[in-house]
C-alpha cells in the first residue's frame, strides 16, 4: 500500500479504488482513510476525494455521502434526483445573488456602480426566473409516474 501513495497521488488511488466497486456499494471513513493514509476529516482527506469525484463523474460514476458512514455508489437509477438537486443547489446559490444585489447599498454607491448595478440586477432578476422555471419544470420531470394514476393501471 505504501509504495502505491508513493508513485501515485492520493486522489488517483481513491478514484481507481471507487471505479472498481459496483452501483450501490458503500466505502467508510476508516476504509478510505486506511486507504489515503489520511485520517478522516483532514483537508488532504477532503481534497483527495473531491478531486477524485470530478474524474468520477466522466467515467460514469457517481459517489454520494452516507452521513456519519462514508460514500455510496450511486444507482444508476438516481442519477437523475441527483443532477436535479444539484441544479436547485444552483438555484438556492442564485437567490442568494439576488438577495445580495437587494441589499446593495445603491445610494451610497458612484454614478458608474449604480449603471452597473441597474444593469446586473435587470439581468439577474430575468436570469433568476428563467432558472426557477426551469428548476419547476426538472422537477415535474423527475418524478416517477404514480402507480395509482387511472392511465397506469393495468386493465385486466
Known amino acids: 500500500m505504501n509504495t502505491l501513495i508513493i508513485n501515485k497521488k492520493k486522489w488517483e488511488v481513491f478514484y481507481e479504488y471507487v471505479v472498481s466497486?459496483?452501483?450501490g456499494d458503500v466505502i467508510l471513513h476508516k476504509d478510505i482513510s486506511s486507504l489515503l493514509q489520511e485520517a478522516y476529516g483532514t483537508g488532504n482527506y477532503r481534497?483527495?476525494?473531491?478531486r477524485a469525484r470530478k474524474d468520477l463523474?466522466?467515467?460514469?460514476?457517481?459517489?454520494?455521502?452516507?452521513?456519519?458512514?462514508?460514500?455510496r455508489v450511486v444507482e444508476p437509477d438516481n442519477y437523475t434526483q441527483k443532477a436535479v438537486s444539484t441544479f436547485k443547489?444552483?438555484?438556492?446559490?442564485l437567490k442568494k445573488a439576488g438577495d445580495l444585489l437587494i441589499s446593495a447599498p445603491v445610494a451610497h454607491m458612484s454614478e458608474e456602480g449604480r449603471?452597473?448595478?441597474?444593469?446586473?440586477s435587470d439581468r439577474a432578476r430575468m436570469l433568476h426566473a428563467?432558472?426557477?422555471g426551469g428548476c419547476v419544470e426538472l422537477n415535474l420531470l423527475s418524478k416517477k409516474p404514480s402507480a395509482y394514476l387511472p392511465e397506469n393501471i393495468k386493465k385486466a
Open 21 to 23: 466497486l459496483k452501483y
Open 57 to 71: 463523474v466522466r467515467q460514469g460514476k457517481e459517489i454520494e455521502s452516507v452521513h456519519g458512514k462514508g460514500y
Open 89 to 93: 443547489q444552483g438555484f438556492n446559490r
Open 115 to 120: 449603471v452597473v448595478h441597474r444593469n446586473v
Open 130 to 132: 428563467a432558472v426557477a
Open 47 to 50: 481534497t483527495a476525494i473531491n
